[in-house]
């Protein structure tokens, strides 16, 4: 097919790519818990210093958040931020392999829209965001976890990261970080922290400004979830990738190590050439960067029977290729079911991605496949 341009379309002005706003819920709940805490306070004052409609409860626990349309039920709980207190449970850490040896949460819930959102199925009830006030809690329990953990403490080639804690397993802590201030407060903690630790976060945001000047002192990998251009338009609400891309030669550039999360992976139309082209750009971002601190994570797309119900009720239009007879069914070390890719497939995506990353970012260090 022959694109004809007529003039007016030869000088009309190009469409300026997309940008993304910061979130702004439509309510903001708050527990009487949240309130005893200086860190839930602040969060409230943020909230009401950008104009919105807060909520104070009478009780600390969330109701009137289900509906039996999954779509509306989806739709308010999106729109909505409860600022809470993580339970006790919450202090006693789980390892969280191949990433770190620890998972700490500051929040669970994220406000983006990703078709394949790996949330799906693993937190209960709706999709609500929800913020924790008790951060002095978290952040004191993380000391006796330092020297522990099967991941990073344990291996000989990501030794050097010390005790890694991953805080951005249940959350998006970027995306929500102009509403709770959490983010920075942790970045400082692990600045301060004089112990070979690392604090690690995986982003879909690129709203990094207040992070540049903080005193991080190298202890915090900032990680940016990326994608093939075709397998980004599944990602609603989040910063278009090329701003991604930008905030991470941003940080890179504040002395951060940073890092390259691609996942999920698709087989997407002509997925070595998109591929590639994601890489080249991520090359680009970092081009005057001397000697970057890169790690590159590679993870697959795959589901479960469960996550497959909830986001198909929550995106009953999605075109994401989550057809049963197009994948290899698997037991999980749990015993659980989960799809994934062809054999032949995963093995031609992986010896296609780990030599093109080797070619435009030979500094890059893979740390898995999975």
């Given at each position: 097919m022959t694109l004809v341009l007529t003039e007016e379309a030869e000088t009309r002005p190009a469409a300026k790519p997309r940008s993304a706003r910061l979130w702004r819920?439509?309510?903001?709940?708050?527990?009487?818990?949240?309130?005893?805490h200086a860190h839930g306070r602040q969060i409230v004052a943020r909230a009401e210093h950008l104009g919105l409609p807060v909520e104070r409860l009478k009780s600390n626990r969330l109701t009137g958040l289900r509906d039996e349309n999954p779509r509306r039920a989806y739709a308010e709980a999106k729109a909505t931020l409860a600022v809470v207190t993580a339970p006790p449970t919450k202090l006693k850490l789980q390892p969280i392999p191949p990433s770190a040896d620890w998972r700490?949460?500051?929040?669970?819930?994220?406000?983006?829209?990703?078709?394949?959102?790996?949330?799906?199925?693993?937190?209960?009830?709706?999709?609500?965001?929800?913020?924790?006030?008790?951060?002095?809690?978290?952040?004191?329990?993380?000391?006796?976890?330092?020297?522990?953990?099967?991941?990073?403490?344990?291996?000989?080639?990501?030794?050097?990261?010390g005790t890694t804690f991953e805080a951005s397993c249940y959350t998006d802590p970027l995306g929500i970080e102009h509403l709770t201030g959490s983010l920075s407060a942790v970045i400082r903690h692990f600045g301060a922290w004089d112990a070979p630790v690392q604090l690690r976060f995986t982003t879909k945001f690129a709203a990094v400004g207040p992070l540049l000047d903080l005193p991080h002192r190298g202890r915090t990998r900032i990680r940016f979830s990326v994608n093939a251009a075709a397998a980004a338009r599944y990602e609603g609400g989040?910063?278009?990738?090329?701003?991604?891309?930008?905030?991470?030669?941003?940080?890179?550039r504040a002395g951060y190590p940073v890092g390259l999360t691609i996942a999920p992976i698709l087989p997407v139309e002509d997925w070595p050439d998109a591929y590639?082209?994601?890489?080249?750009?991520?090359?680009?971002?970092?081009?005057?960067?001397?000697?970057?601190?890169?790690?590159?994570?590679?993870?697959?797309?795959?589901?479960?029977?469960?996550?497959?119900?909830?986001?198909?009720?929550?995106?009953?239009?999605?075109?994401?290729?989550?057809?049963?007879?197009?994948?290899?069914r698997k037991l999980t070390k749990f015993g659980s079911v989960k799809y994934v890719f062809p054999s032949d497939l995963m093995k031609a995506m992986r010896a296609h991605l780990t030599e093109r990353i080797a070619l435009r970012l030979p500094a890059a260090r893979i740390l898995y496949w999975t």
């Open positions: 819920p439509r309510r903001v709940l708050v527990t009487p818990a949240a309130l005893d700490f949460d500051l929040a669970e819930g994220c406000p983006a829209h990703c078709q394949y959102c790996y949330l799906a199925g693993s937190l209960s009830g709706p999709p609500v965001t929800r913020a924790y006030a008790n951060l002095d809690a978290i952040l004191g329990n993380l000391e006796g976890y330092l020297g522990q953990g099967g991941v990073t403490s344990a291996s000989e080639t990501r030794a050097g990261e989040t910063a278009p990738l090329a701003q991604r891309l930008t905030a991470m030669g941003a940080v890179a590639d082209a994601l890489l080249r750009d991520a090359a680009e971002a970092l081009a005057d960067v001397a000697r970057p601190d890169l790690t590159v994570e590679l993870i697959t797309h795959r589901f479960t029977p469960g996550s497959k119900t909830v986001l198909e009720g929550w995106y009953p239009g999605s075109d994401l290729p989550m057809r049963e007879a197009e994948r290899i």
